[in-house]
Every structure is written in C-alpha cells, then in structure tokens.
Nanobody, 121 residues
C-alpha cells in the first residue's frame, strides 16, 4: 500500500515563500504522475501543478511564474516551491500521484491528507 504525506504548509505574509513536500512510501516501481491540487473554502479542488513521467510540467495560470514543481525520484518525494504568495493562494494543498507498484504494471493512484497554506495580506 502506498501512502502520501505532505509537509511544509504554514502561515506567511503576502509576498513570502513556502516549500511543500510530498513523500511517498510503500512499494513503488516507477512514477506516472505527481501533482499538487488545492482547495480553498467554498471552492472546488483545482489543479495547481503536475509533472508527468516524461517530465512534462503544467501549471495553473494563476501560479505560473511563481510556483515550481519538482521531484526527487530517488526519495519518491516531490515538491512545490511557492514564491510571491498572495492571499488568494490560501487553501489546503493536496498532493496526488500515480505509481506503478509491481512487475505487472499495476498502478496506485491516491491523495495525501492535505496541508494548510495561509497567506495574510
């Protein structure tokens, strides 16, 4: 069974930075997709950034140029560096990933529990 655990959330002032981490544990053969989503109060969960197995990266328009997604395959960990944070970035941030978990190419797809990011003006 694979688990995803986020860390690095917190409270910052507008213009500040935070780095989120998502560590995966369990039997992982390879990674198909790693992504960050966020959900603000009263809003739907939205994609923030994703990185595919071929290192194709996509960002939400609202974070392009401010956020950077990266990964460390050796550690089965991926990151979201968030710079120039704005109050509208306030949300619970969730990591999401799909992994190949055995030699039959079975996959696991799941979510972390989320970490709160609060940006004050």
């Amino acid at each position: 069974q694979v688990q995803l655990v986020e860390s690095g959330g917190g409270s910052v002032e507008s213009g500040g930075s935070l780095r989120l981490s998502c560590a995966a544990s369990g039997t992982i053969v390879s990674t198909n997709l790693m992504a960050w989503y966020r959900q603000a109060p009263g809003k739907q969960r939205e994609l923030v950034a994703e990185i595919t197995a071929r290192n194709n990266i996509n960002y939400a328009h609202s974070v392009t140029g401010r956020f950077t997604i990266s990964r460390d395959n050796a550690k089965n960990t991926f990151y979201l560096q968030m710079n120039k944070l704005k109050p509208e970035d306030t949300a619970v941030y969730y990591c999401n990933a799909e992994f190949v978990i055995d030699s039959d190419a079975s996959t696991w797809h799941g979510w972390g529990r989320g970490t709160q990011v609060t940006v004050s003006s």
